[in-house]
Structures are given as structure tokens and as C-alpha cells.
Nanobody, 123 residues
Framework: VQLQASGGGLVQPGGSLRLSCAASGSIFSINVMGWYRQAPGKQRELVASITNGDRRNWTNYADFVKGRFTISRDNVKNTVYLQMNSLKPEDTAVYYC???????????????WGQGTQVTVSS
């Protein structure tokens, strides 16, 4: 399984970015998709996650992004998105996507991480 993240970059405070992360490989189903971030000198922290439900997706956001970031997923493309609005300098970090999936090889559940994409918010 591979995760390919994209969409990071440099943006001014108050600006927007959209991150994408596509999963490919031996996937039976993807249960949870999420975004984490790690700033220099800090621990990696959860930004948002989205869980595949029977009738709807369940989302979870860290308090520091509520109302500014929106997570979504495309189950056909096995892709998770993070729309980031009203960005602040403190949002500067490397953003990592994470998926918890069921493998089509052995039907076991596994966690995978993307390679990380840099988001810098600065004037």
C-alpha cells in the first residue's frame, strides 16, 4: 500500500490550502482516514479524521482547527482531502496523512502513513 500526499506549500496568513492523499495497493476497504501534523520541536498531533460509516462519515477535529479546516473523502478514489482556510502562522508544520485499512491480501487491519507535505504560513 502506498499513500501519496500533495497540496502543501507557502501561503500568507488568512489564506487557504487543500491537501490530498491518495491510497493505492492491496486495499479491501479503508476504515479511517486522517491528517496529523508535526511542527519543529513538537510531537505529532491529530488534526482531523474521518471514519467510514454505514450511512454517513464521522468526522473528528482538533479544537485548534474547528471551524477552519474541513476533512472529506472520496471512497471511489481512496483519497482523503483537507481543506484548510483562515490559516495561521501556528498552522505551519509537516502534515501527514494516515489511513487504517483492511488489506485485500489477508483481511488484516493495518495503519499506513504518507510521506508528509510541508505547509508554511507566513507573510
Amino acid at each position: 500500500v502506498q499513500l501519496q500526499a500533495s497540496g502543501g506549500g507557502l501561503v500568507q496568513p488568512g489564506g487557504s490550502l487543500r491537501l490530498s492523499c491518495a491510497a493505492s495497493g492491496s486495499i479491501f476497504s479503508i476504515n479511517v482516514m486522517g491528517w496529523y501534523r508535526q511542527a519543529p520541536g513538537k510531537q505529532r498531533e491529530l488534526v482531523a479524521s474521518i471514519t467510514n460509516g454505514d450511512r454517513r462519515n464521522w468526522t473528528n477535529y482538533a479544537d485548534f482547527v474547528k471551524g477552519r479546516f474541513t476533512i472529506s473523502r472520496d471512497n471511489v478514489k481512496n483519497t482523503v482531502y483537507l481543506q484548510m482556510n483562515s490559516l495561521k502562522p501556528e498552522d505551519t508544520a509537516v502534515y501527514y496523512c494516515n489511513v487504517r485499512l483492511t488489506s485485500s491480501r489477508d483481511y488484516g487491519e493495518y495503519d499506513y502513513w504518507g510521506q508528509g507535505t510541508q505547509v508554511t504560513v507566513s507573510s
